[in-house]
């Protein structure tokens, strides 16, 4: 069964402050890794999809990592808007279904 | 355009209404979902469909019913609730379900639904 597990579950960073947020993930065979971000009592934002080991993407202050086993969304500088849950996902090969983490909470105070 | 709609923003009905949930997508994407989240907690599947067949349903209670009248929309039809249904109901889009499309899944905003 797959399985995904988000660290922290919560951040509180100082603006300006960089850190990483981590998923690790359990999958028979990945096909796609997903990072969103949520806004309270909105939708996920889709972010980056990371397909392979060693992928990387960026996007303003998020760059998004992959390895066999875990990815990180790193945040470079952030600003108090970056504050928000960020969802990781996983999708494997025989599967449609996506695998949430539990979210990591992301404060970023002015 | 990555903009999933949906509609009404939010949703307050008794335990003997009914009601609906409505979806819509223009990115031409041949997958739609439907979600439910509850306060802290990431998101749980209920149905998916492909090509507007319902592809998976996950054991959800039938009085949750998905319509999906054709390629851009998705309803779901909601009877007889129960106050645990209270959540936020998420409609989700992608391109396919085949090995090959990209699967990255876009998500409307959401219906806040209360149930009393």
């Known amino acids: 069964e797959d399985q995904v597990t988000q660290s922290p579950e919560a951040l509180r960073l100082q603006e300006g402050e960089s850190s990483s947020l981590n998923c690790s993930y359990t999958v028979s065979g990945l096909r796609g890794l997903f990072w969103y971000r949520q806004d309270p009592g909105k939708g996920p934002e889709f972010l980056f999809t990371l397909y392979s080991a060693g992928e990387e993407k960026e996007k303003e202050r998020l760059k998004a990592t992959l390895t066999k086993k875990e990815s990180f969304l790193h945040i470079t500088a952030p600003k108090p808007e970056d504050s928000a849950t960020y969802l990781c996902a996983v999708r494997e090969t025989s599967g449609s279904r996506l695998t949430f983490g539990e979210g990591t909470q992301l404060t970023v105070n002015p | 355009d990555t903009e999933v709609t949906q509609t009404p923003k939010h949703l307050v009905m008794g335990m003997t209404n009914k009601k609906s949930l409505k979806c819509e997508q223009h990115?031409?994407?041949?997958?739609m979902y439907w979600y439910k989240q509850k306060a802290k907690k990431p998101p749980e599947l209920m149905f998916v469909y492909s090509y507007e067949k319902l592809s998976i349903n996950e054991s959800v209670p039938s009085r949750f019913s998905p319509e999906c009248p054709n390629s851009s929309l998705l309803n779901l039809h909601l009877h007889a609730l129960q106050p645990e249904d209270s959540a936020l109901y998420l409609c989700a889009s992608s391109q396919g379900l085949l090995a090959g499309a990209y699967n990255e899944q876009f998500f409307g905003p959401g219906t806040r639904l209360t149930v009393l």
């Open positions: 990115m031409g994407h041949r997958a």
